[in-house]
């Protein structure tokens, strides 16, 4: 079966062609129709700007090259036109923040409507209408009410309810959601989760869902990358990670999830350190500084993202033992 998404060698930098800064560095990623694969690292992993690269919304100062294949089509490179043809219609965003994606001074029905007015040419009464009943599916209790609001009126958890329904309106095939309920309170964070996983059931559309926090994508992803200093470090299925990580970053994010159901800890563990900075990346693997597993090759060879036979990959010299992880 062809994948809906294929990323390859994806890079982007910025900065001087002689001394670039590369924020992605050689991501290869595929999802298929219907999946749901997670991304998480910490801050300045690149996850942001592989979102950005793969909807085509980079700066104009950051130069991309590989290739973002959506339906067999590559974005990287594509005219305006027909990328604007495809965004909002086939391909849509929920960004980490609704109250700065959303437009202030629209109503929410307006906003909403816009999309399948400009995407699928419908009249403004037929949209309003998409709207309000799109508004109940992803639980607003007063859709009627919500319609006639601004953003500011709505609180952090509805901006974003609203945020999802106006992408899911034209029935996307691929959903992007960067960092999606990091602005949110945690019931609300499982709310919105639910919603993504029932909205992804019913209309079978494809999520890359972006993160910082393992947990947070544990609950609905098939597979989840392990980003590092721009570079996947580990892709495997959910359950394999989550059970067995092979990199020794992955062991150390996973160490760093709360678990309830254990004693309490006096402190929560956390991961030493800091990830390299973008200019500070030199060779050899950029995880070495914190890595109780390393060795000398580490700190000069950088490790390939070679596939495991668990149908999983790691960029590692020393990964640890297969169902080595947590259980
Ligand atoms: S390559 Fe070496 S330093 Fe990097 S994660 Fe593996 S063991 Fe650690």
Redesign the pocket.
């Known amino acids: 079966m062809q994948d809906l998404l294929a990323v390859e060698e994806l890079r982007v930098a910025y900065g001087s062609a002689e001394a670039p800064l590369e924020a992605v560095r050689g991501v290869t990623l595929a999802l298929a129709a219907g999946e749901c694969v997670g991304v998480v690292g910490e801050s300045a992993s690149g996850k942001t700007q592989l979102c950005l690269a793969t909807m085509g919304l980079l700066g104009r100062g950051a130069r991309v090259s590989g290739r973002v294949r959506f339906a067999g089509e590559d974005l990287v490179g594509m005219p305006l036109r027909r990328l604007n043809q495809l965004r909002g219609a086939r391909l849509a965003m929920v960004f980490q923040d609704p109250q700065t994606a959303l437009t202030p001074h629209l109503r929410i029905g307006t906003q909403m409507a816009e999309v399948l007015v400009v995407h699928r040419g419908a009249g403004w009464s037929a949209a309003r209408a998409a709207a309000l009943a799109m508004l109940g599916r992803v639980g607003i209790e007063d859709p009627g009410w919500c319609l006639e609001r601004y953003p500011h009126e709505l609180s952090g958890g509805m901006r974003q309810r609203v945020l999802i329904g106006a992408c899911l309106l034209s029935e996307p095939q691929l959903l992007v959601a960067d960092e999606p309920t990091t602005a949110l309170d945690v019931t609300v964070q499982a709310q919105v989760l639910e919603l993504l996983a029932r909205m992804r059931r019913e209309s079978g559309m494809a999520i890359l869902l972006v993160s910082h926090d393992l947990a947070v994508v544990a609950g609905l992803a098939d597979r989840i990358a392990v980003m590092y200093a721009g570079r996947i470090v580990e892709l495997a299925a959910t359950a394999r990670l989550l059970s067995g990580p092979r ?3 992955s062991a150390a994010l996973l160490q760093c999830v709360p678990d309830i159901r254990g004693p309490i800890p006096v402190r929560l563990p956390t991961l030493p350190g800091q990830p390299p900075a973008i200019g500070e990346r030199a060779g050899g ?1 950029p ?2 500084p914190r ?1 109780e ?3 000398a090759r ?1 700190l000069v060879e950088t ?1 390939p993202l070679t596939a495991d036979d668990e149908g999983g990959a790691h960029a ?4 640890l033992p297969a169902r080595a992880g947590r259980p």
């Open positions: 990199h020794p970053y693997c995880f070495a890595c597993r390393r060795e580490c490790p590692c010299h020393r990964p």
